[in-house]
C-alpha cells in the first residue's frame, strides 16, 4: 500500500512539472484565438479571433510568410549540405589512419570552445569583401552568407566520428578487397548503414539553422531577406505590439521544427546513442 502511494505521489509530481513545462505552449495557442486586450487581462480561454489575427499577420509589412520562405530554404540547404560535409569529414577521421589527424581533431574540438561572437566580427569582414566582386552573390545580404558558415561545424564533425566508432571496420575492409572505391563505400554503404546517426544530425542541424538569429540578424541587411527569427523580433518591438498576431506568427514558426523532430524522434534517440544497423 505505501508503494502505491509513493508511486501515485511520483505521477502526480511528474505530471505537475510537465504542466509546467507545456503551459507556455498552451498559453500561446489560446492567445492567437484571443485579442490583445484579452492576452493582456490574462484570459486563459480560447477565443474567435485566430482567422482575423492570422489575416493581420499575412496583411503586416514585416512580410512573415516571405521570411518563413527565407528560412526554410536556407534551413534545407544547410542542412543537406552540413550532413555530407560533416559525416565526410567524420569518416575520414575514423576510417583514415594519419599521424596528424588526431592533432588536426584536437585543434578542431578547440574551435568549439571558442563563442561565436568572438569571430562574428572577421566573419562579417571577410564576406563584406565579396561584395563588389564576382563574388558578390555569397557576400553580405544574401542567403549563402548564412548558409556558408554553417554547413560544416566542429560539433556535427565530432558526432559523426564519434557514431562511426560502433560501425563494423569488417565491412569497409571487404568492400575495398571487393574493388568498391571509398566514395562508393561512404555513400553505398555506410550512409545507408547510418539512418539514425544522419536522422539525429538533421534534427540538431536544421533547428539550429531555423532558429539562428544573430548572424542573420548581422548579414542580412534588406527587409526581404529577412529570416523566421528577424522577422518575429520584428513583430515584438512595434511600440504597441499585436499579441494575437504576435502568437500566431510563433506557432507558425514553430510547425517546421516540432514537425521534423516527430517524425524523426524515433530515429534521433537512436541516433544519439550511436546504434548503427
Known amino acids: 500500500m505505501g508503494k502505491k502511494i509513493s508511486l501515485g505521489l511520483k505521477y502526480v509530481f511528474l505530471s505537475f512539472l510537465s504542466f509546467i513545462s507545456i503551459f507556455p505552449f498552451i498559453w500561446i495557442l489560446i492567445g492567437m484565438t484571443n485579442k490583445t486586450v484579452d492576452i493582456n487581462a490574462g484570459k486563459l480561454f480560447f477565443g474567435n479571433q485566430f482567422l482575423i489575427n492570422f489575416q493581420n499577420l499575412l496583411q503586416n509589412d514585416v512580410g512573415f510568410m516571405n521570411a518563413f520562405k527565407n528560412s526554410m530554404i536556407i534551413a534545407i540547404i544547410t542542412t543537406?549540405?552540413?550532413?555530407?560535409?560533416?559525416?565526410?569529414?567524420?569518416?575520414?577521421?575514423?576510417?583514415?589512419?594519419?599521424?596528424?589527424?588526431?592533432?588536426?581533431?584536437?585543434?578542431?574540438?578547440?574551435?568549439?570552445?571558442?563563442?561565436?561572437?568572438?569571430?562574428?566580427?572577421?566573419?562579417?569582414?571577410?564576406?563584406?569583401?565579396?561584395?563588389?566582386?564576382?563574388?558578390?552573390?555569397?557576400?553580405?545580404?544574401?542567403?549563402?552568407?548564412?548558409i556558408v558558415p554553417s554547413i560544416c561545424t566542429a560539433f556535427l564533425i565530432f558526432?559523426?566520428?564519434?557514431?562511426?566508432?560502433?560501425?563494423?571496420?569488417?565491412?569497409?575492409?571487404?568492400?575495398r578487397i571487393d574493388g568498391l572505391s571509398e566514395w562508393g563505400i561512404f555513400f553505398k554503404i555506410y550512409m545507408p548503414a547510418s539512418r539514425n546517426?544522419?536522422?539525429?544530425?538533421?534534427?540538431?542541424?536544421?533547428?539550429?539553422?531555423?532558429?539562428?538569429?544573430?548572424?542573420?540578424?548581422?548579414?542580412?541587411?534588406?527587409?526581404?531577406?529577412?529570416?523566421?527569427?528577424?522577422?518575429?523580433?520584428?513583430?515584438?518591438?512595434?511600440?504597441?505590439?499585436?499579441?494575437?498576431?504576435?502568437?500566431?506568427?510563433?506557432?507558425?514558426?514553430?510547425?517546421?521544427?516540432?514537425?521534423?523532430?516527430f517524425l524523426l524522434q524515433k530515429q534521433f534517440v537512436q541516433g544519439m546513442l550511436g546504434s548503427v544497423k
Do not use: C
Open 80 to 146: 543537406i549540405f552540413a550532413l555530407l560535409l560533416s559525416s565526410a569529414a567524420g569518416y575520414g577521421f575514423e576510417i583514415f589512419q594519419s599521424k596528424a589527424k588526431d592533432r588536426i581533431f584536437t585543434i578542431l574540438l578547440l574551435s568549439m570552445m571558442v563563442p561565436f561572437s568572438a569571430i562574428m566580427i572577421p566573419l562579417y569582414r571577410m564576406f563584406s569583401t565579396f561584395n563588389g566582386t564576382p563574388l558578390k552573390g555569397i557576400g553580405l545580404d544574401s542567403m549563402f552568407s548564412v
Open 159 to 175: 558526432f559523426f566520428r564519434q557514431n562511426i566508432k560502433s560501425f563494423p571496420k569488417d565491412l569497409v575492409e571487404a568492400a
Open 197 to 261: 546517426t544522419f536522422a539525429a544530425g538533421a534534427i540538431i542541424t536544421f533547428m539550429n539553422s531555423w532558429n539562428n538569429y544573430l548572424w542573420p540578424l548581422v548579414s542580412l541587411q534588406s527587409p526581404e531577406n529577412r529570416t523566421v527569427p528577424l522577422a518575429l523580433s520584428v513583430i515584438g518591438a512595434s511600440y504597441t505590439p499585436d499579441f494575437g498576431m504576435m502568437m500566431v506568427s510563433i506557432v507558425i514558426a514553430t510547425i517546421p521544427t516540432a514537425l521534423i523532430f
